[in-house]
């Protein structure tokens, strides 16, 4: 099976992204909407009248002998006249291109090409399979920014499959999240980085990703602990119940903290919910640095402000924002609370 047990609804007028790793099945469940796969069980039921489908390799869709021709003859095709079709393919970044032949096109240029065509026919669903995944990192922010303002302009119906999740994070209104065929969560970009529902959505949204170790919870008089490595955490009450309640007093559980939740500096916010840690690696990144270090060999990233003053070989004490953890079953990787 490459899909299974599928149960997901498309709202019309809305940008839905699907993500997920290689060979999880974002682009058969594109096939299956453009009706051009065929279901073996179950339906799907399309309600838009039009749909028009950019797939990885735009090749087939481009047959004229110039860039100029390719768009002229579809407009014409379409009812529009020669000015709409420049106009569209001016705002996708293709002035400069009509005389050339299609083939002599870069894989980028030749997306873009496709993608213009496409939007000349002002469908009702969009489906787009990795459309941006050839084009250099200038022009993908230019393209997102271009898709974002069409379907503003349009109210297409869009379903954008992607393995890039700052572009499913962006562009979508709602995000499928897929894994070997199965959907882990379907959910706003917001809900999905602040409440994952397992550990693999907590994983694989965000970047760099949620820190993810075992843990072992304890009680100690009235308060609970999250003890890992060198790390004893005491638990805000609430959370704390939330693990009595549900019986994981004693048990081994995976703990998650995003690395922005991790500070440096002034610990006096932080009782309780402090580690220590020798800095492996610093990347500073203009607005902001990553300090990179391991805890039971497990490797943690912390994002931190670039006034930081640590530095590789340093030993420092970090603090962990306990309003924003995450704890996971060891065992089903579901969500125990966030």
């Known amino acids: 099976w490459v899909l299974r047990g599928l149960d997901v609804t498309f709202s019309a007028g809305a940008v839905h992204a699907v993500v997920g790793g290689n060979g999880c099945g974002k682009s058969t469940m594109l096939s299956v909407l453009a009706k051009t796969a ?124 992607t393995h890039d999740q700052t572009e499913a994070m962006t562009l979508g209104t709602r995000i499928v999240v897929l894994k070997d065929g199965v959907i882990q969560q379907v959910d706003t970009p917001q809900n999905l980085y602040d409440k994952p529902a397992n550990k693999f959505v907590a994983g694989f949204i965000g970047s ?61 916010n932080y009782p309780g919910a402090t580690l220590t840690a020798t800095i492996r690696v610093y990347e500073l990144l203009g607005a902001e640095v990553f300090l990179y270090f391991d805890i039971n060999e497990t490797s943690f990233t912390a994002r931190v402000s670039p006034r930081t003053t640590a530095r590789p070989g340093d030993t420092l004490t970090l603090g962990l924002d306990l309003s924003r953890i995450h704890i996971f079953d060891k065992d089903s990787e579901l969500v125990v609370l966030n």
């Open 38 to 161: 065929k279901l073996q069980r179950g339906r799907m039921v399309r309600g838009a009248a039009s749909a028009a489908l950019l797939p990885q390799n735009p090749k087939a869709l481009l047959v004229a002998e110039t860039v100029c021709d390719e768009l002229m003859e579809w407009a014409s095709a379409c009812g529009y006249d020669e000015t709409v079709a420049r106009e569209r393919a001016a705002s996708l970044g293709l002035d400069g291109l009509e005389t050339r032949h299609p083939y002599d096109l870069s894989g980028g240029q030749r997306q873009l090409l496709a993608l213009a065509k496409l939007l000349l026919i002002g469908p009702e669903l969009l489906l787009l399979d990795e459309p941006l995944s050839n084009l250099d990192a200038k022009l993908r922010v230019q393209m997102r920014i271009e898709i974002s303002k069409l379907h503003q302009r349009l109210g297409t119906t869009i379903i954008y499959v």
């Open 208 to 268: 760099p990703q949620m820190n993810l170790i075992d843990a072992k919870v304890v009680q100690v008089g009235n308060q609970v602990h999250v003890q890992f490595g060198n790390a004893d955490i005491t638990l805000p009450d609430e959370k704390g119940k939330v693990l009595v309640q549900k019986g994981y007093v004693g048990k081994e559980v995976c703990f998650g903290i995003r690395p922005e939740d991790i500070h440096d500096g002034d610990m006096s």
